[in-house]
């Protein structure tokens, strides 16, 4: 079992619906949770984090956690054909600095 | 802020060779993390560097090595390449609140 784990997709979304994208960690150790966004042949690019249990919300987007579960979700509010790229969750310890990130999920988003 | 820097941007070598890839952190981080990202394996932790130390290494054979300088640039050496070496070599670089940013990475092509 992979310690973090993402629906490799396609994920095909119309243009202005919501785009939820999941991840699950095994490790309980996990503190932080990071979603990173890649463009075909470009570096990820931080989306948000989040350490709370909860909703934190950043423009279109929305992080969940819930580490009782031990599940990470983004929501995508009103998707554009420029968020079309491969999302990557990552979680990291507190006390560490390594990023363990899932294998992405891949999010089309037609006009 | 300028962002993370990486040079060089691309790369082609033969097997046996060993490489040098540099990374400039952006002003005032002074933690440098690398990873490595092929399609099979995705995106895996190398290791981290902080104030000159190595504090957390994957799980990367000795071929594998780093290290960083007092203005916080860092370096790493890949010995005698292997065909599956060839990857994007991303470097990060993190600030005090946890989050890693980055750079545009190295893709090197190992022949």
């Known amino acids: 079992q992979k310690e973090v784990e993402q629906n490799s997709g396609p994920l095909s979304v119309p243009e202005g619906a919501i785009a939820s994208l999941n991840c699950t960690y095994s490790d309980r150790g996990s503190q932080s949770f990071f979603w990173y966004r890649q463009y075909s042949g470009k570096s990820p690019e931080l989306i948000m984090f989040i350490y709370s249990n909860g909703d934190k919300e950043d423009g279109r987007f929305t992080a969940q956690l819930n580490k009782a579960s031990q599940y990470v979700s983004l929501l995508i509010r009103d998707s554009q054909p420029s968020d079309s790229a491969t999302y990557l969750c990552a979680a990291s310890k507190a006390a560490g600095n390594k990023l363990t990130f899932g294998g992405g999920t891949r999010v089309l988003v037609k006009p | 802020k300028a962002g993370v820097t990486q040079t060089p941007r691309y790369l082609i070598k033969t097997r046996g060779q060993q490489v040098t890839l540099s990374c400039s952190p952006i002003?005032?981080?002074?933690?440098v993390s690398w990873y490595q990202q092929t399609p099979g394996q995705g995106l895996q932790f190398l290791f981290e560097?902080?104030?000159?130390?190595?504090?957390n290494k994957g799980n990367f054979p000795g071929r594998f090595s780093g290290r960083q300088f007092s203005n916080s640039r860092s370096e790493m050496n890949v010995s005698t390449l292997e065909l599956g070496d060839s990857a994007l070599y991303l470097c990060?670089?993190?600030?005090?609140?946890?989050?890693?940013?980055f750079g545009p990475g190295t893709r090197l092509l190992v022949l």
């Open positions: 560097y902080f104030s000159e130390t190595q504090r």
């Open positions: 002003s005032g981080h002074r933690s």
């Open positions: 990060a670089s993190r600030d005090n609140q946890e989050t890693q940013y």
